[in-house]
């Protein structure tokens, strides 16, 4: 057996040495992934408190939006079968049929069968129904939503509880609407136009037709009242109905509706009022209000004749109408207002006035725009009283027929300011 000798690498006879092994030292940190996160959060609010210094403004502007978005949720739109306030003034409130709380009404509530509506002191409210009856509620009313039909195979309809206060109603051509109070219910024909009251300080409910008619039936009794007729009945079920005339509204001469009066000092200027006479009127009441609906009464007289001058009127727009008392002390509240607009001489001038957008909902028309605060608006006649602070309005129109219509949107400001605007609307068959 032979032994071999090892090789001495550092001899220089010896064979070649074998290349040298360099040894490779890693190191490494293990790393988290909520390490991660944090630094990358951390670098993410450096570069946003970065850009905040540089855009303050932009970033104001963002979070205003976020507040206002989750502080006031989108509502649904009312549906076109649905009623719906096309008019509010003060204290309002609606208690929908599934709910137990009652909450302020506005142009985004819809009503519903079984809804309850409940009118302040000084509130009023206008209400279109999808038939197309209106309902105007008067302060002091508490009513309940008891039809709204729409169906193509029945008739259309619209029906309403009155239990406490006054609703007057005027019912569309093809429409027909029923006013319950008590156990008396109220058949108002197409095309007619009443008064319902129930009044608990008198102990007296009545329905007073101002046009068309109405049937009125209570059990097995049944009254039919025509135009300027009215029925009485006690609260509380006992008594017998009856039934009386009541005098016709007066026919109103001036102002003309809609007239400007140009004078040099609105305060000190005297506003001659005149209507024609009628007949069996002992005396009449004259009303001038700066709202169509009357909440705000600036002035009120009873005069003898048929006439009245009234200073001491601001500049702006008024409604008026007269109320003619007979010598039973039966009074007329079914003439409608008339509106003119006091304007200070020498001051007339270009106001702002824009219209953003429209929409139909049914035959009714929604106009959305702006004005100056403080400003009159009056669409397709009808007085708006809604303007918010910032000039800002919405306003729905009577119900429309089928085809186009041109809306006519007319502006004026305290200082005399006039402005008129135009739109189309096509009101499909």
Known sequence: MQTQTPIDPNHPGGHEAPPKIH??????????????????????????????????????????????????????????TQAKFVNLDGKVQVKKVNSVQWVEADYRTGLDKGDLVQTGSDGMARITFADGTIYMV?????????????????????????????????????????????????????????????DPNTKENEIVVSNGSVQIQRGEEKFEAKQYEKVTFPT??????????????????????????IVENPKTASVHFAWKP???????????????????????????????????????????????????????????ANKFTLVAQGRTQEMFLE???????????????????????????????????DGTFRHFTEPLHAGEHTIVVIGQNRRGGISTKQVSIVVPK
């Open 23 to 80: 040894r490779v030292e890693i190191e490494w940190h293990a790393v988290t992934y909520k390490t991660v996160i944090v630094y990358g959060l951390l670098a993410l609010a450096i570069i946003l408190a970065g850009t905040y210094l540089a855009f303050p403004r932009a970033y104001a502007s963002i979070f205003e939006r976020i507040g206002s978005t989750s502080s006031e949720p989108e509502a649904l739109p009312v549906s076109q």
């Open 138 to 198: 008067k302060p002091g009313t508490f009513i309940t939503i008891e039809e709204n039909l729409m169906a193509n195979d029945k008739p259309k309809s619209s029906g309403i509880g009155i239990n406490v206060g006054q609703v007057d109603l005027t019912t569309p051509t093809a429409s027909k609407a029923e006013v319950r109070v008590e156990d008396v219910r109220a058949q108002v024909r197409p095309n007619s136009r009443a008064q319902v009251k129930s």
């Open 278 to 336: 009628v007949p069996d009127a002992l005396s009449y009441v004259l009303r001038i209000s700066t709202t169509n609906m009357f909440t705000q009464i600036v002035k009120e007289t009873r005069v003898s004749g048929t006439s009245a001058d009234i200073t001491g009127l601001d500049a702006g727009d008024y409604f008026w109408k007269v109320i003619p008392v007979s010598t039973k002390k039966q009074v007329s509240e079914v003439s409608d």
């Open 236 to 261: 509380g079920g006992g008594g017998p109905m009856t039934k009386s005339e009541v005098l016709a509204p007066p026919e109103l001469l001036e102002p003309l509706n809609l007239a400007p009066i």
């Open 355 to 389: 219209i953003d957008r429209t929409q139909l909902h049914g035959s009714v028309a929604e106009i959305i725009g702006r004005t100056e605060p403080g400003a009159a608006l009056i669409i397709n006649g009808q007085h708006v009283p809604n303007i918010a602070a």
